[in-house]
């Protein structure tokens, strides 16, 4: 059974820094890529960065220079600098998914815990 583990998160003043880390544990194929999406209060859910397992990546506009996604096997990591007051949300691992046409498709089944942002003074 397909098991999304996430770590980090927190309470950073706006410039700061902090790093997402997940692992999807019990996969028996493959994962061809990973991301993660981000749920602010009121909002939807949207994606923020993703990875292939070739390396390949696509960030959102929001986040471009500022986040910077990498993956291991089967593990994915979210740098995130000069963070703002507009990133706070709840940060989800999608922990499989697929790449195609410079988009990408979470599997709906690989969801992490989600972790709490808060970006503040």
């Known amino acids: 059974q397909l098991q999304v583990v996430q770590s980090g998160g927190g309470l950073v003043q706006p410039g700061g820094s902090l790093t997402l880390s997940c692992e999807t544990l019990?996969?028996?194929?493959?994962?061809?890529?990973m991301g993660w999406y981000r749920q602010a209060p009121g909002g939807e859910r949207e994606m923020v960065a993703a990875?292939?397992?070739?390396?390949s990546t696509v960030y959102a506009d929001s986040v471009k220079g500022r986040f910077t996604i990498s993956r291991g096997h089967d593990t994915v990591t979210l740098e995130m600098k000069n963070l703002k007051v507009e990133d706070t949300a709840i940060y989800y691992c999608?922990?499989?998914?697929?790449?195609?046409?410079?988009?990408?498709?979470?599997?709906?089944?690989?969801w992490g815990q989600g972790a709490q942002v808060t970006v503040s003074s």
């Open positions: 990875v292939t397992s070739g390396g």
């Open positions: 999608s922990g499989r998914g697929t790449y195609l046409n410079d988009k990408y498709f979470p599997n709906h089944g690989a």
């Open positions: 019990g996969s028996s194929i493959s994962i061809n890529a």
